[in-house]
C-alpha cells in the first residue's frame, strides 16, 4: 500500500493538450503584439507623408510612435520567449507526475496593464496632434503662402537650363500676331513660323496650341556669328509659344546668358541677341 502511495500519478493526455493549446495561445499573443507593434511603429512616417502630399510644414514630432511600436514588438517578443518556458517547465512536471497547482497567470495581468498604459498613451498623442495641428497659426499661413508664391511664381518669367519661360495673358495665335506685329514695326525679319500643333492635326494626333517663331536682323545676327561662328546654330533667334494643359499660353526662348557661354560671345554684342528678351516682355502684356 506504502509503495502505491508512493509511486507519483502520471498526467493524462488531456493535461498534455490542455498545456499545448496554452501554448498556442500565448504564441499567437506574441504574434499579435509584434504585427501591432509595426503598424503602430509606420503610423508616423504615414503622418509624414501625409503632410509631404498636401504641402504642409511639418510642425509636429512623430517620434513616439516609433517608441509605441518598439515598445509593443519587445513586449511580444518577451512574452513568446517566457510562454516557451513556462510551457517547457509544465511538460517537465507533468512527466515526473508532480501536481500543478492553479495558479494566477502573472504574465497575463502584467500584459494587459502594460497595453492599458501604451494604448492610454497613444491616445492621449493622438489627441494632442489633433488639437495642436489646425490651431497651429504658423502652418495654415504657411499653407496659404506657399499658394500665394506658387501662383506668383507661374505669372513671373522663370529661366531653368538656358531657357527663359515668361507667361502671356493671351491665347496662343494673338500672342503669335502680336509679336508677329511687334517685329514688323521694328524691322525685324520672321523668317518662318512652324505651327507644330497644326502639323500634328495634319498627321492625325492632338497637340495643344505650339508655334516657333524664328526671327531676326542680318545687321545684328552677322557681327556675333563673325565673332563667335558656332552662334549660327542658334540664330536666327527663336521664341516658342505653347500652351500648357490649363489653357494658359507661355513663352520660351533661350537666355542671353547661355548663348553667350555656349558660343563665347563678346559682352559688347549682347545686346545683339537680346531681342527676344523684349519682345516677350511686350508681348506677355
Do not use: C
Amino acid at each position: 500500500m506504502e509503495a502505491q502511495t508512493q509511486n507519483p500519478q502520471k498526467a493524462a493526455l488531456s493535461d498534455y493538450l490542455a498545456a499545448e493549446r496554452t501554448f498556442l495561445a500565448w504564441i499567437r499573443t506574441g504574434l499579435a503584439l509584434m504585427g501591432f507593434g509595426f503598424v503602430v511603429a509606420r503610423f508616423g512616417l504615414f503622418l509624414q507623408e501625409l503632410q509631404v502630399a498636401e504641402h504642409v510644414l511639418a510642425g509636429h514630432s512623430y517620434g513616439l510612435s516609433l517608441w509605441f511600436g518598439t515598445a509593443l514588438i519587445a513586449a511580444g517578443v518577451l512574452v513568446n520567449l517566457y510562454s516557451g518556458w513556462q510551457h517547457v517547465r509544465l511538460v517537465r512536471e507533468l512527466d515526473r507526475g508532480e501536481s500543478w497547482r492553479s495558479r494566477t497567470s502573472t504574465m497575463a495581468v502584467g500584459i494587459a496593464l502594460f497595453l492599458a498604459l501604451t494604448g492610454l498613451a497613444m491616445t492621449i498623442y493622438l489627441i494632442s496632434f489633433h488639437t495642436s495641428a489646425p490651431a497651429n497659426p504658423r502652418t495654415s499661413n504657411s499653407r496659404s503662402n506657399n499658394l500665394e508664391d506658387q501662383k506668383e511664381s507661374s505669372m513671373a518669367p522663370s529661366s531653368e537650363k538656358g531657357i527663359t519661360v515668361a507667361p502671356s495673358n493671351h491665347s496662343v495665335d494673338q500672342t503669335v500676331e502680336k509679336l508677329k506685329g511687334i517685329l514688323q514695326a521694328k524691322g525685324v525679319t520672321l523668317f518662318a513660323l512652324v505651327d507644330h500643333s497644326g502639323e500634328a492635326k495634319k498627321a492625325g494626333l492632338k497637340m495643344p496650341a505650339t508655334k516657333l517663331l524664328i526671327f531676326g536682323n542680318p545687321k545684328g545676327g552677322t557681327p556675333v556669328m563673325l565673332a563667335a561662328p558656332s552662334s549660327a546654330l542658334d540664330l536666327p533667334l527663336k521664341i516658342l509659344v505653347w500652351e500648357d494643359g490649363q489653357g494658359k499660353t507661355w513663352l520660351s526662348f533661350n537666355t542671353v546668358e547661355y548663348l553667350q557661354q555656349r558660343h563665347g560671345i563678346p559682352p559688347e554684342l549682347l545686346p545683339n541677341i537680346a531681342a527676344a528678351v523684349t519682345l516677350a516682355a511686350k508681348v506677355g502684356e
